[in-house]
């Protein structure tokens, strides 16, 4: 199992859906980002920070709203550890886009080692297993070979066929029930089992919670973070975690 060694305080927040037609969202991170880097002893993303990523090329020309995002993250990574997770969204993120921005990326799922004990830290994506059509494309799209086709691609070309997918998946998800697009339990279980940890964090569904279930006879937390939109919802959504000593507190992005 992949451990990350964590201290103090850690904020976490996931599917903040960053891009070019979300002012209000960046604006919203860029400040949370700020308050992260006052008040965190690290910073986790674990996934779908970017509405959609098409390869760390990107960085070299970056339009103005990824330059504020990028310049906003690289500030963070100078003061705190931050550490980034791949989302169904920006799967893409990888080793050259960590190094320019001086973060980390995060193991799939990653084992925290927090001040408050174990816990186990994905995008959850990978626990929708009765949405058979989202993990057929989920299996294709992590695989090296396409991954290396995908990216051998022009950036228009790639932008042209990310938006594609987006189409496809908006109306794809009109016909899913609610049911078959969030997790399934006995994928849950199996990872409270394999892990043999009592918290399991997650983002991907939008179904921000805190789920107490019994695996095993153990008590066990799953604790679900919100999505971000300030630009068309209303109040603004969003939100973070926060891990500290005393255990796990959801924060409001509307009540910050
Ligand atoms: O993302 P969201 O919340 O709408 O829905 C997800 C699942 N969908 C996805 C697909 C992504 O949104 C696509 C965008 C990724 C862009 C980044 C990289 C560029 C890669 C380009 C790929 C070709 O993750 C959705 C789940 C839902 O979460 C809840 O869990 O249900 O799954 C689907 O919608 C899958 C569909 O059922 C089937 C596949 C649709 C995509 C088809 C690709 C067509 C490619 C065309 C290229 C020319
Ligand atoms: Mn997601």
Redesign the pocket.
């Known amino acids: 199992m992949n451990k990350v060694a964590l201290q103090g305080p850690v904020w976490l927040a996931s599917d903040i859906h960053l891009g070019p037609a979300t002012p209000a969202t960046s604006e919203a991170f860029l400040g949370f980002l700020e308050a992260a880097a006052d008040e965190a002893a690290a910073l986790l993303l674990p996934g779908d920070i970017f509405d ?3 390869g760390d090329d990107v960085i070299q020309a970056a339009p103005p709203w990824l330059a504020a995002a990028l310049q906003g993250l690289k500030r963070i990574a100078g003061r705190i550890p931050l550490w980034l997770g791949r989302g ?2 920006d799967f ?1 993120m990888g080793a050259a886009l960590a190094d320019a921005l001086g973060a980390r990326l995060l193991p799939e799922p990653a084992l925290l080692e927090t001040e408050y004990g174990r816990v186990l830290l994905t995008h959850g ?1 990978e626990y ?1 297993t009765d ?1 058979a ?2 993990q057929q ?1 989920r299996a294709m ?1 992590r695989n090296p070979q396409w991954q290396e086709q ?1 990216l051998a691609k022009s950036i228009p070309e ?1 932008l042209a ?2 938006q ?3 189409g ?3 109306a ?2 009109q016909m ?1 029930s609610a049911e078959i ?1 969030d997790v399934n339990a006995q994928a849950v279980e199996n990872a409270f089992r394999t892990a043999q940890v009592d918290t399991i964090v997650h983002g ?1 569904t939008h179904r921000p919670a805190r789920h107490v279930l019994e695996v095993d006879g153990r008590r066990c937390e799953r604790w679900v973070l919100p999505d971000w939109d300030c630009d068309h919802a209303s109040p603004p959504r969003g939100g973070w975690l926060v891990i500290d000593r005393d255990g796990l507190t959801f924060y409001d992005l509307d009540a910050a």
Do not use: G, P, T
């Open positions: 959609a990523w098409i169904n969204r893409l994506d929708c949405d059509a989202y494309f799209v995908f790639r066929m990310a594609e997918a987006r496809e998946s908006q794809a998800n899913k697009m991907h």
